[in-house]
């Protein structure tokens, strides 16, 4: 079974520039979330989805950052525009919500570098 | 305000031995506890959990415990084996919070041969 997918692995931006990632979750998982990973820090929650609704989108930063998730499978997550303060792994996790303490499973994340 | 916090940034034991690592939470409404294992360029893969009804549970070369009156956990695993080495994440699930979890900031874990 198929993991979950992220792209790019890795952006180098000036600041200022746009910047976009993409998520495809392991089939079947209808909860989605994007976490944002500092050096040195564990992940935080950006925002979540329940299929297609933001259902948490409460520490997301609304002025730059956007995200969708149309018909409720692929996940994009958009920067613009980027700040060097936004250098950071940006990880997507899916989890099927059949019970209230499901596991989380990761992607390999995009590591993003803003010059 | 850490509500997850993982005071050991690093930890090294020889292989063959038990490797310890800690957990403190301040949030007494966390009801469950997971720890994930982290590779290089790769992204957290889940270990082990444990709910706050237990206060042990294991898997393999793994246990984790909980002490609730403490709140602390943490992850045992022997023998440990080169291959363990990696950042290990605690993470906690509150009452009603839904899907939402706390990562700690993570414990470099280096198994020496």
């Known amino acids: 079974e198929a993991g979950v997918v992220q792209s790019p692995r890795y952006k180098i931006i000036e600041k200022k520039q746009p910047v976009a990632f993409w998520c495809n979750p392991i089939?079947?998982?209808?909860?989605l979330y994007w976490y944002r990973q500092n050096l040195g820090q564990g992940p935080e929650l950006l925002i979540r989805?329940?299929?297609?609704?933001?259902?948490?989108d409460s520490q997301l930063p609304k002025d730059r950052f956007s995200a969708e998730r149309l018909k409720g499978v692929d996940s994009t997550l958009k920067i613009q525009p980027a700040e060097l303060g936004d250098s950071a792994v940006y990880l997507c996790?899916?989890?099927?919500?059949?019970?209230?303490?499901?596991?989380?499973?990761f992607g390999p994340g995009t590591r993003l570098l803003v010059l | 305000d850490q509500q997850v916090k993982q005071n050991s940034p690093s930890l090294s034991v020889q292989e063959g031995r038990i490797s310890i690592l800690n957990c403190d939470y301040t949030?007494?409404?966390?009801?469950?506890f997971l720890w994930y294992k982290k590779y290089p360029a790769e992204g957290p893969t889940f270990l082990i959990s444990?709910?706050?009804?237990?206060d042990k549970n294991e898997d393999g070369r793994f246990t984790v415990f909980l002490n609730k009156s403490a709140k602390h956990l943490s992850l045992h695993i022997v023998p440990s084996q080169p291959g363990d080495s990696a950042v290990y994440f605690c993470?906690?699930?509150?009452?009603?919070?839904?899907?939402?979890?706390?990562f700690g900031s993570g414990t470099q874990l280096t198994v020496l041969p």
């Open positions: 996790a899916s989890s099927f919500s059949g019970v209230l303490a499901e596991t989380q499973y």
């Open positions: 089939s079947g998982h209808n909860t």
């Open positions: 989805y329940e299929n297609e609704e933001a259902v948490d």
């Open positions: 949030n007494s409404m966390f009801d469950y």
């Open positions: 444990i709910s706050s009804i237990k």
């Open positions: 993470a906690a699930k509150a009452t009603g919070s839904a899907r939402q979890l706390t």
